[in-house]
């Protein structure tokens, strides 16, 4: 039986070497949404964090910075959205991820989108499919929070579009 070695003080990866080793992961590029119940406001974040958990029940994860704006209106919203972008998305993926910016409803101003039927939120026009939810479960993990979703709804408008990528801190491509 094998037994993992217990060092003498308790090490960690810096946040450095973390974040290096998982560059190298390549991942899809989502937008999640979600519509302020209180001020109804429209809120927008780019994501590289979204992920299936199971199919029945239809269950997904995002993870959100504890202390954001997104963490801070998706505790109180019960329904949100993801828009899992192309790779034409690419200018809009970045939008959303900018640190600082002063409003997401200049954001949305220009970003051709409709309202999920189920959450009132944001559904990005041309993403390769979209996804409604209810959240579940919220789980604190560190100095972010996973949002467990049931998926109320997927759709897949146009198959055959061609995914938008973040691989070594950059958008990528397919081939």
């Known amino acids: 039986m094998y037994s993992s070695p217990q060092p003498e003080a308790a090490t960690q990866a810096t946040p450095d070497e973390f974040r290096a080793a998982l560059s190298q992961l390549a991942s899809g590029v989502s937008l999640v949404t979600v519509h302020d119940p209180d001020d109804g406001e429209d809120v927008g974040m780019t994501a590289t964090s979204f992920l299936s958990v199971s199919l029945e029940p239809p269950l997904v994860l995002i993870s959100v910075r504890e202390d954001s704006r997104m963490d801070e209106v998706l505790s109180r919203a019960e329904t949100w959205a993801v828009s899992l972008l192309s790779e034409e ?6 939008r959303f991820a900018m640190k600082g910016r002063l409003s997401d409803r200049l954001l949305f101003a220009d970003a051709p989108h409709h309202r999920g039927p189920f959450s009132g939120a944001p559904l990005i026009d041309g993403a390769l499919a979209t996804v409604e939810c209810r959240t579940e479960q919220r789980i604190p993990a560190g100095d972010h929070t996973l949002l ?5 709804e997927a759709v897949v408008p146009e198959p055959g579009g061609r995914p938008l990528l973040y691989f070594r801190g950059g ?5």
């Open 148 to 152: 467990l979703g049931r998926v109320l």
């Open 171 to 175: 958008y990528r491509q397919l081939g």
């Open 89 to 94: 998305q690419k200018a809009l993926g970045s």
